[in-house]
Structures are given as structure tokens and as C-alpha cells.
């Protein structure tokens, strides 16, 4: 059973269709990202996926149970949507105190297990209002996090933030996945947020462009570029050598590989004893922003549909 599953979502804000037709599911124990530009739908996404925002058309079930139904999942799911809620007047342990009964946390994870988790033990003590942007985004996290959900959705958790918040903010990302935390982080900074993710959904125009684990929406990250004098002739050898031919890259007129378990420089070689000239064999730039870049090419040709009916 998945985490979070969305099936034929659609929203509409008067003639506006913000959300259209999206389905994707969310395995448990992944990090997930849901990414696109800003306006493509991904925080009326989750809004509707987590049961926040009534859909038009389509349904969302959250650990099993209908998205609307939020009582069922109660203290079982955090969120951290992209600003901050902080009461004034409370000091940080206070917060995530406060924040953990309202959320219905009860039992699991301690006030100041959260705090030392996201690197605030230090300022328990301090006034909310005191905090950093980086330190306030990290006390929003702590505060998802006391109870120890089962899902925890981040809503543009890089908004706003230095290098270092950056950095930080990932770090704690990476830690709660390698402790299994099933993870969904919605981000328009694909460059940045790509190396903590196992799976993702990007959405352009409020639809689904791609969806998948990141191996099947970008492959081998060394995956090469090839541009010889005899496409067919080298793909047949590169497969010979457990090697993979993943598209034609009409652009560049190169073929984008997979070298396999042999490498490139052996790659390189064999075509080239081969007889086939290599004129080029360089990293294809494999990757979410590559694909990103691809799939807005896709739409400006007219392949993928805007939103407004």
C-alpha cells in the first residue's frame, strides 16, 4: 500500500484548471519529489492529495485512508508547508510542544528528540522571533516531526534559504530517510534537491510530465553523449558489451548511452578498433534539470498541453 496515492486529481480556480487529471503514487520509505516551475500546481496538489482542499474530480488516499477523512490520520502525517507558522510570544521548545499537540502527536518521538534531530537543542530556549529564516524552517520541521509521523510533506523547503540553510536543510532530509521516513518534497530548485531523491513527478501546467524512480526518469547519471559517423553499427556494439542506447539526442545528432559494466574509456575503444569514428564522447548531462529543459521544449512544441479550458 502506498504512502500517498493520487488518482485523476483536477482542480479548477474559476476558468483556471490549476490541477489537471495528475495521478502518482508515493512508495513507502522513498523520498519523493513533486517538482515543476512555480504555478504548476504542486502546493493545490498536495493540498487536495492531503485532504486540505476539496479536488472537482479524482480522489487522494493518505496511508490507506481517504484524503478527506484527516481524523483517520491524524498525528500520523506532518507537513511543513513553505512559510513558517510561529506563535509569537513562544520560545522554540514551546513551539514544537504546542505544534505537537495540535497536530494530535501522541507517544513516538519526544519534543526535544525533534529539536536535536534538525540541530535546535541549542536554542530551545530561545523566542521564536529571534530565528533565522534557515532556523525557522528547521523549527517548522522539528514541529511536523515530534510524534514521529509515518509521512512528512515539505512544500518548497529550499524557499527562501542561503547555501548553508541549503545544505543544512538537506542534511536532515537525508537523515530522516536513511531512518526510513516515507518523504515528499515539493520543489521548483531541481538542481539542488535532486540528490536527496529516490522517485519523482514533475508537473508542467498543472498535468503530470513525468513520473517514476529517478533511475527510470533520468537512467545512469554516467550515462554519454555519442556523436561517430555510424549510429546503427555503434548501437549494435554497445549492447554487444552490455552496454545500453537510451535516445537519439536530435539536437546534438548524438546517441546518449549507457556504457554499462566495461566504462567509457573501454567503450570508446572497441569502437574505435571497430573502425567507427568517434567524433565526440562526452557526460550527456543526465539529470533532472536535462529532463526539465526536454519536457519545456515538449510543451512549447505543442506535445504537452496548457491548463486553461
Known sequence: MPALHVDRLS?????????????????????HGLLGPNGSGKTTTLACALGLLRPHAGRASVLGEPAHRLHRTRGRVGVVFDTPILVRGLRVRSQVAYAARLYG???????????????????????????????QKRLALASALAGDPELLVLDEPLSGLDPLGVRGLLACVRELAARGLTIVLSSHRLHEIEPVLTHATILIGGRVARSGSLSELVGDPSRQALVGDDPARAQVLIESLGGRVTALDGRAEALLVEPGPRGVSALNRALVEAGIEVRELRPAGAGLPALFESLLDERAQGALPFTLS
Open 11 to 31: 482542480r479548477r480556480f474559476g476558468r483556471f484548471r490549476a490541477v489537471d487529471d495528475v495521478s502518482f503514487e508515493v512508495t513507502r520509505g522513498s523520498v
Open 105 to 135: 502527536h501522541r507517544g513516538g518521538r519526544s519534543v526535544d528528540e525533534a529539536l536535536e534531530l534538525v540541530g535546535l537543542a541549542d536554542l530551545a530556549r530561545r523566542p521564536v522571533t529571534a530565528l533565522s529564516l534557515g532556523q
